[in-house]
């Protein structure tokens, strides 16, 4: 409700003074009623419905990019393992001593080791789940007293006893 006496200011409205009591007046509300009487009589944006009518928040489609994900994630692995390596190369310059003792060269060759195989886990993880699509079962014709429906596959009428033959 904020958010559309918000909306209403910016687009003028509302005064700044008028925002600021109907929001306090919406943080003390107890029924929806009493939010829906905040914004009864702020004129409606044209082509805009008004907050007090939608039942739900209308907010914009987030794409799904599982793939963009994944390679995000893939891609901070094989930094944790490109980090791993150039540690191993300050332990082990040559034949001179390095700045980090020679005992950690194994466990950051392992830490190496585990960032690749879980980047390449995750990477994959997220290609089959991707290749993989899901399709949401249609929901049953509801066919009431002297009623029919179409079914939507052979055009046949469907009434409550079932198909007609």
């Given at each position: ?21 109907r929001?306090g ?16 009589d ?40 490109l ?9 082990d310059p ?15 060759f ?30 049953a ?22 198909p007609?033959?």
């Amino acid at each position: 409700m904020i958010e559309a006496l918000k909306d209403a200011f910016v687009s003028g409205r509302l005064t700044r003074d008028e925002l600021g009591v109907r929001a306090g007046q919406a943080l003390t509300a107890r029924t929806y009623a009493d939010l829906a009487a905040l914004t009864a009589d702020i004129p409606a944006e044209p082509g805009v419905v008004p907050a007090s009518v939608r039942t739900q928040p209308v907010r914009p489609p987030r794409p799904s990019r599982p793939l963009a994900r994944a390679a995000a994630r893939s891609g901070g692995w094989l930094a944790v393992a490109l980090g791993a390596v150039q540690l191993i190369h300050l332990a082990d310059p040559g034949p001179t001593a390095g700045s980090i003792p020679r005992a950690l060269i194994g466990p950051l060759f392992l830490v190496a080791l585990a960032a690749i195989v879980t980047a390449l886990a995750s990477l994959g993880s997220a290609a089959v789940s991707a290749s993989i699509r899901v399709t949401p079962a249609r929901p049953a014709p509801i066919c009431g007293p002297g009623r029919a429906r179409r079914r939507p596959d052979d055009g046949r009428p469907v009434t409550r006893a079932g198909p007609s033959r």
